[in-house]
Structures are given as structure tokens and as C-alpha cells.
């Protein structure tokens, strides 16, 4: 079956600690994205990769980090200077940066006492 | 950047009603998409559709570029449309980011 996989699905995790969160697709897309959910809202963009061992800051970067050294993997680490981190953490991806289409993964809880 | 608002923010249905959701954004858009959020937080694509119209079983949806606003409609709603529908546009000429609405949540009741 061909999709986005997150793992793990509920994360818990204490205050001052990294903790980093995986996302895999073997849709064969260049480009992958990090959304954060709160309750009640929106998705915000957190970091996004147009091709492999590359990536820019979306609109809320601060306190998390990302790597993209494989096509299929684009995983995502939650500082300990992120602020507020407890949330809803979705991966998506298209088949290119300009093909419009994002396809999204299963997501993963973090909580964060 | 661009602007997206949902309405309404809820909504409650017996089953087998009809409904429209409305999505506005305030730029040209180059990407329009309606996702449904089931209760586990799985977003699902239900349609990529930055202008006309499509149709997909008992949902449909309509966006109309020049007037800045998408509807999708639900028909004859099942308990298993529950749920949060989001609306998410990327503003046309720029790259990547798709901005999401606060969504419309669903309850359809038997």
C-alpha cells in the first residue's frame, strides 16, 4: 500500500526533553511538509522540504528542527526550546513543491508535562 | 498573506439532510482543498479544486476563483460524514504553503 506513515501515534514526553517524530512515504513525492494541529484550529505549517537535503521554516519553525537526508523520510524533532509542544503533529506530501495536491499522514499526539 | 475563513463553525444534522459548507480566501489561489478530519484526526482528501466543479458520490464541490469562495455540499448525510471539514488554499504565484480555515464541525445525528 502506498501512504504516509507517522509513528509513533501517541507520544509522551517530559518538559526539557527532544523528542522526535517520524515520517515515512513511499508515494515517491519530492516534497513533504510538517504541520502542528492545537484543538479547535487550523493546521500551521512548521517546516516543508521541496527535494532531498532541503527545506525551509514555515510559519511557526521556532523550537523544532528537521532533516531530509532520504526521498522518504523527512522526520521532525521537537526541542526542548519549543514553548508550547504538547499538539497534534501531521506530515504531508506532494509529488512535487508546485503539484498542489498534499496527501496526509495519520498524524502523531505529543504530550508534554 | 492569504486570508481563509469557514462557514458556518458547526453544524448539527439528522441524518439524510443536506448541507453546504462555504469556504471564502481572500487572494487568487493556485490550490483549493476540502479535507474531512475523522475523530481519530486522519485528514482525508476529498477534493483538489482550485476553480469548477466536481463531484464525488453524495459530495460535490464548487469553486468559483473570481468570487473567492468554494462550497462543498453534502448530500443525503450519514453518521460517518461526522467530523471537522477544513478548507485549505495556497495563494497563487507563491510556493508551498497551504493556509488552512478553522474548519466546520459536523455532527449528523440519527
Known amino acids: 500500500d502506498g501512504g504516509i506513515t507517522q509513528s509513533p501515534k501517541y507520544l509522551f514526553r517530559k518538559e526539557g526533553q527532544n523528542v522526535t517524530l517520524s515520517c515515512e512515504q513511499n508515494?515517491?513525492?519530492?516534497?513533504m511538509y510538517w504541520y502542528r494541529q492545537d484543538p479547535g484550529q487550523g493546521l500551521r505549517l512548521i517546516y516543508y522540504s521541496q527535494i532531498v537535503n532541503d527545506f525551509q521554516k514555515g510559519d511557526i519553525a521556532e523550537g523544532y528542527s528537521v532533516s531530509r537526508e532520504k526521498k522518504e523520510s523527512f522526520p521532525l524533532t521537537v526541542t526542548s526550546a519549543q514553548k508550547n509542544p504538547t499538539a497534534f503533529y501531521l506530515c504531508?506530501?506532494?509529488?512535487?513543491?508546485?503539484?498542489?495536491?498534499?496527501?496526509f499522514g495519520p498524524g502523531t499526539r505529543l504530550t508534554v508535562t | 498573506g492569504i486570508q481563509v475563513e469557514q462557514s458556518p463553525p458547526d453544524l448539527i444534522l439528522q441524518e439524510g439532510a443536506n448541507s453546504t459548507l462555504r469556504c471564502n480566501f481572500s487572494?487568487?489561489?493556485?490550490?483549493l482543498q476540502w479535507f474531512h478530519q475523522n475523530p481519530w484526526g486522519q485528514l482525508i482528501n476529498l477534493f483538489y479544486i482550485p476553480s469548477g466543479t466536481k463531484q464525488n458520490g453524495r459530495l460535490s464541490a464548487t469553486t468559483v476563483a473570481t468570487e473567492r469562495y468554494s462550497l462543498l455540499y453534502i448530500s443525503s448525510s450519514q453518521t460517518t460524514d461526522s467530523g471537522v471539514y477544513f478548507c485549505a488554499a495556497r495563494e497563487a504565484g507563491t510556493a508551498s504553503k497551504l493556509t488552512f480555515g478553522t474548519g466546520t464541525r459536523l455532527q449528523v445525528t440519527l
Open positions: 487572494d487568487s489561489v493556485n490550490n
Open positions: 508515494l515517491n513525492h519530492d516534497a
Open positions: 504531508a506530501s506532494s509529488l512535487t513543491e508546485s503539484s498542489y495536491e498534499q496527501y
